[in-house]
């Protein structure tokens, strides 16, 4: 199963869109309000019309997905007329069961038809959740069966991407941990023992991250730095990773480094579509993995860029990429312009003073600082 595609038509942000993906990593990169989330919002769209509530339509509006599944490529979503309320913001309502635009060589259909077709189409739509509050767990439960799953995927897409329900990890957790001794539990055993084999490099370098264990009381315990601890006091960090395995919005940075190899090693065949601020993501990312979303424009046309920004500095990728402007620290020019007039008074005394005020604000093997300091040695000596 593979997503080729995604196409939108007057639908909040877009006028037109056209977006074309790779078969493992896909980082959807711009500035802010460049249409990034309502990307990933119009993919759940095309698999649950019903949410349409959460954009503005034009006439004309139609959303699908082409994906590859096994051999042949399917088309599924909403073509022409599938909604009403036009431009009313917050009150669009779901009409019909239109289907996309018919072509040779797809087949065509709305995810009302996907299972009457066996066509197992259902990506998991994973916000950027982060916290996890204590649960006390009674015992195992019963696995849900594959068609339900997948008709809660599709079903509670939108929900999951605005984080509104979070992923059950400590359920999920019990239920392996008891599952796997089972003699019917091979996928699960395989499964479980892949993660535990891996689980090292979750997270960040020389943590010692790992499981240890599930006791008579049903709580999970962890290790961390040689030190034993419950699900719930793991770092905020740790139970994004843990809720979900590429939450990378907020991150540490050292994880933000590492996160894309970790998920092609946990997950060697499976294709991701993340958007992202990281811009130490954007530098992990191999070429033709990073989708770059120019300033807002209503109309796009995206591929996957052929490059890197591997040796890009975080500023670079901030201003070229992400549009952030103005990154330099105020305080720190105002200082270094105050310097300079003092140079030029040869005030030794303020320049001095100056300089005790950089060193509090900027980094200690700043050059600036010592090319200062220098001379106030220079304007000493003239003095003499």
Known sequence: MEIKSLHVRSSGLFDSLDIKFNNRFNFIVGPNASGKTSIIKSMALALNPSSAQEFRFREESEIWIDFLYDVQLYRVGVGKDWVDKYDNYRSAQ????????????????????????????????????????????????????????????????????????LPDVKQWLINRYFQI????AVYEKANWEWLLSNFGIIGPNDSGFNFVSIKRDLE???VIKNKECYLEELSAGYQAILSIIFCIAHMHPEWQLTIRDSLEILFPNIQFIITTHSPHIIASAKAGELLIIPEHSGTLNLEPANRTFSGWNTDQILEEIMGVK???????????????????????????????????????????????????????????
């Not at 797809?106 to 995810?111: E, H």
């Not at 105020?330 to 005394?349: G, P, Q, R, V």
């Open 94 to 165: 779901h009409k019909s069961w239109s289907q996309p635009r018919q072509e040779e060589g797809i087949v065509s259909l709305t995810s009302n038809d996907l299972e009457k077709k066996e066509v197992y189409f259902s990506p998991l739509f994973i916000g950027a959740f982060r916290k996890i509050s204590y649960k006390r767990i009674n015992g195992m439960t019963r696995d849900e069966l594959p068609e339900k799953k997948r008709e809660q995927y599709r079903s509670k897409s939108t929900t999951l991407i605005n984080g509104n329900e």
């Open 181 to 184: 001794e089972k003699d019917w």
């Open 220 to 222: 999970p315990i962890f």
């Open 326 to 384: 103005n990154l330099e620290n105020k305080e720190y020019n105002s200082l270094i312009n105050k310097a300079l007039n003092d140079i030029e008074e040869k005030d030794i005394n303020a320049l001095q003073e100056t300089i005790s005020k950089l060193k509090e604000v900027s980094h200690s093997s700043d050059t600036v600082v010592s090319a200062l300091e220098i001379k106030v040695a220079e304007l000493k000596l003239g003095k003499q």
